[in-house]
């Protein structure tokens, strides 16, 4: 029988992480002689398609696409497109945003296998990464790495909708710089269509480009360490006083989650925290530099402050890692630019410390953050994965993987 965890499952992200440092270790080699780096990009392309594209099925949301997947119905079947967006007895379609109905419905009517689905997805996705990546990072394969160490395998393997969201704002962040409303909410419109959570973008429109004092920044980072290290609660309160006013399902809510550890558990100190605040001293106290290499102050005001959001919830809700979880990964994208800019701006000496740190923390991370058994790593090019077998898996396990979280 199979353990829970094992570092014998983390083997192949460590690997991809190695190839990937690799890729990073060529990019620098071919920078340096002054030569076109197409062919990295497009090898790393590769390698994220076919490591994620053709993934099995793996950790939890699978359970969820793959039985959405089965019960789309393909064009041809009227009645059944009909039933499929209008039939409201059904529980698990009500949960699911019509634009990624619409989706699905196109897919099915191509090919009936679920693992298409996972394919295009992975595509669209890396697609979109390399537009991202190409645009903003002055270093192409060191954002990648980010993408992989901060929330993008998650985001690969589990978060099908949230993905697209994302990947739709990151799109759009070119609008808030250019100010153009239209074109922003259009796509972060589409996005909603995708996953609700894109609600969360429709805000920062009006702030991202501006730049946040000093003071401010300092002064909240503070405050937040002070709460986190102190595991001062004051979410719950709030929370429980919205579910008295509000009353009802809402009053329901509000009790369940503060009352249930698997949500209103903080993290406590952690290595992660330790890694946050690192990062959050040293990307601030190299504003400056990587200002001037940016050389547009609502570019850098854009990722900066994204940054910010993404530290300020992490510190401030520290009492409920469902939420820290949730929402920090809407902002994390922040990490896979600024990272590149802070490499690139570094002395030569500093590089050498920051590669070699890079290596370590990034086997770490992999090694770490994939070693329970529904991140088993399979792949339809070499393996026959069963899903019947993932699903037996999945509910023997789940419980004791929560609960190790």
Same mark, same amino acid.
């Given at each position: ?52 594209? $053709? ?6 949301? *699978? ?68 537009? *991202? ?16 160490? $901060? ?119 952690? $290595? ?134």
């Amino acid at each position: 029988m199979e353990p829970t965890f094992s570092f014998t499952y983390s083997i192949p992200y460590v690997i991809l992480f190695i190839v990937f440092f690799l890729l990073f270790l060529w990019e620098n080699r071919l920078r340096s002689k002054g030569d076109d780096i197409k062919i990295v990009r497009y090898a790393a392309m590769l390698v994220f398609f076919v490591f994620f594209g $053709f993934r099995g099925y793996i950790d939890t949301d *699978f359970a969820l696409y793959y039985s959405l997947y089965e019960n789309t119905p393909s064009l041809d079947n009227v009645r059944g497109v009909t039933d499929y967006f209008w039939n409201l007895d059904e529980d698990y379609l009500l949960k699911i945003e019509p634009g990624f109905k619409v989706f699905l419905v196109i897919l099915k009517t191509i090919s009936k296998d679920y693992f298409f689905l996972q394919i295009v997805s992975s595509l669209i996705d890396v697609l979109f990464l390399n537009y *991202f990546f190409n645009k903003y990072s002055p270093h192409y394969i060191l954002a990648f790495i980010m993408f992989l160490i $901060f929330g993008g395998i998650l985001l690969e393997v589990n978060l099908l909708r949230n993905s697209k969201a994302i990947f739709l704002f990151i799109y759009s962040l070119q609008f808030i710089r250019n100010r153009d409303p239209l074109k922003f909410y259009i796509c972060n419109l589409i996005g909603l269509f995708f996953h609700t959570s894109a609600i969360f973008f429709f805000p920062l429109y009006f702030f991202l480009h501006k730049k946040i004092p000093s003071f401010i920044v300092w002064g909240m980072f503070i405050l937040g360490c002070v709460l986190y290290l102190g595991q001062i609660k004051f979410v719950t309160p709030i929370v429980l006083f919205l579910g008295n006013i509000l009353g009802g399902a809402y009053f329901l809510m509000a009790k369940g989650y503060s009352g249930d550890s698997m949500y209103n558990t903080g993290y406590g100190i952690t $290595f992660g925290f330790v890694e946050k605040i690192l990062s959050f001293i040293l990307i601030y106290a190299m504003y400056n530099k990587i200002g001037e290499k940016m050389k547009n102050e609502k570019l850098q005001n854009i990722f900066f402050n994204l940054f910010f959001i993404y530290s300020i919830i992490y510190l401030y809700l520290s009492e409920y890692s469902v939420l820290i979880d949730r929402l920090t990964t809407l902002f994390v994208l922040s990490y896979w630019i600024l990272y590149p800019l802070l490499y690139v701006v570094l002395k030569e000496v500093f590089k050498l410390v920051f590669t070699i740190i890079l290596f370590f923390f990034g086997t770490y991370k992999m090694y770490f953050s994939n070693c329970f058994i529904t991140r088993k790593y399979e792949n339809i090019l070499w393996d026959n994965p069963s899903v019947s077998r993932a699903y037996y898996i999945l509910g023997k396990h789940l419980d004791k993987i929560i609960g190790n979280k």
